[in-house]
């Protein structure tokens, strides 16, 4: 019969050192509006997020140590404070513009628009949140406590090694604050002085070409189905959908279609070629056995 292990935490339970504190509670919701922000804006943008868990912990091990002397208990408040209000703000942006797609009229406007304010919205993520925390308190226990040795959450452990790390000082915090200048260096180079391309070389190095004219195909192919689709459903809802995928996978298309053009203006005929050759062996499926493309 296998033992049980004990795990001991970072922070006796009979040590008294401050928690639940106004500043935490403060500098947590801060994190959150900012993170929040930063998450409904890339979320609508780019349809994807990035989890704030852990930057917020390495902000709070910076600024809360350095200039309000916070205990790694205050830390990991504004860690999580913090990081559920990015998570409702993900959340947010996820399902709510889901409604105003299917709240559409055969006229193609939606009637659903009216209704979602800043108010309403608001309501829904304050409510999603109690839901959220009240239905960890009888999770935790069966998900974290007795599967502490099973269940490693990789993001969670890095979380409590920054700000195991901030505590103890020293080599350990230095590491963390390393990695934070260094991304910080490499920002400012990309983005403000443009040395680093945001665009990696290699898409448009001639060995790489073939690929883009594969992508540009399956995009167009794409593209067309779902035009072929939006004119064959009657139901607005999924008209609208379809619609709405065609018009992306156009634009995907002519995101590739520029790299192809500056591989073109690079290399020349030999991109050419290398173009003409995948589009003979994309239109026909029996010129090889392989699969060229998902599509």
Known sequence: ???????????????RMKEFTVRAIVMGCIMGCLFGAATVYLALKAGLTVSASIPIAVIAITIGRRFFKTTILENNIIQTTGSASESIAAGVAFTLPGFLFLSIAEDGQSVGAEYFNYITILVLAIFGGLLGTLMMIPLRRSLIVKEHDTLPYPEGTACASVLKAGEKGGDVAKTAFLGVGVALVYAFLQRIF???????GYATSLKNIETLMLHFCGEIRLNHWYRRAAEWHSEPVIKAIYETLARDEARHGGAYLRYMKKAMQKFGDEARAAFAKVGVLMASARRTAQALHPT
């Open 194 to 200: 443009h040395v680093i391309a945001e665009v990696p």
């Open 1 to 15: 019969m296998n033992e049980i292990k004990q795990f001991q935490p970072f922070v006796a339970a009979e040590t």
